[in-house]
């Protein structure tokens, strides 16, 4: 299967402390992007960072990307209860996109 | 703005009924348009996607099928609901091609029995 995982599968933290996700993926990208989505709801666009980006940055949020392992991690810094949600990797080849599994974070208030 | 709407949000249909479900978009002109469904805990699989009105491109082969009657309406349908229908079923457009950033609807709850 060319679809990413993420890593962990769920992830249950406290209100102020920070969230690392893992992706990792299998074919060559143009870009990765991170999508969050709450219980039952549409999936919302978070951050993309492109092939020859490392890292990059929007509010809370910290994406770095090391093409040469394929893997990417979505860093969420003084998390809140209000981040709970599935956080899902994109990766972008020349002709496809394809979904992770996501990852499930429980942020305890 | 845009906004991308679905209806109806939650469905219970017995097997071997029919389906449809809408999806339209407003404030844009000649979007992409995605069909995607996810299993319970599971990530999305694309179904569907046109690039134009009558454009339809199949992903995988089953039980649905797609229609765009209009710029903006994307249809999802089936003769005759299987079982493994059940599930999310999502809504997306894009501005440009596939690989661009993907605007989600409400999505759909579908539950046969």
């Known amino acids: 299967s060319q679809q990413g995982e993420e890593d962990p599968q769920a992830l249950s933290i406290q209100e102020g402390e920070n969230a690392t996700m893992n992706c990792s993926y299998k074919?060559?990208?143009?870009?990765l992007q991170w999508y969050r989505q709450n219980s039952g709801r549409g999936l919302v666009h978070l951050i993309l960072?492109?092939?020859?980006?490392r890292e990059k940055h929007s509010g809370r949020l910290r994406v770095t990307l090391d093409t040469s392992k394929k893997s990417s991690s979505l860093l969420i810094t003084a998390s809140r209860a209000a981040d709970t949600a599935s956080y899902f990797c994109?990766?972008?080849?020349?002709?496809?996109?394809?979904f992770g599994t996501g990852t499930r974070l429980t942020v305890i208030p | 703005s845009q906004t991308i709407h679905q209806w109806p949000a939650t469905l219970v249909q017995p097997v071997g009924s029919p389906l449809s479900l809408e999806c339209t978009v407003e404030?844009?002109?000649?979007?992409?348009l995605y069909w995607y469904r996810q299993a319970a805990g599971r990530g999305l699989q694309l179904l569907f996607y046109?690039?134009?009105?009558?454009?339809i491109s199949s992903e995988v082969p089953q039980n649905l099928s797609a229609s765009r009657p209009q710029d903006r309406q994307f249809i999802l349908s089936s003769k005759k609901l299987l079982l493994s229908d059940s599930g999310f079923y999502l809504c997306?457009?894009?501005?440009?091609?596939?690989?661009?950033?993907?605007?989600f609807g409400p999505g759909t709850r579908l539950t046969v029995l």
């Open positions: 997306a457009w894009t501005v440009g091609g596939r690989l661009d950033t993907q605007y």
């Open positions: 074919t060559s990208i143009n870009n």
């Open positions: 960072i492109r092939s020859n980006e």
């Open positions: 994109v990766s972008t080849g020349a002709n496809n996109l394809f």
């Open positions: 404030g844009t002109s000649n979007p992409n």
């Open positions: 046109s690039v134009g009105i009558g454009q």
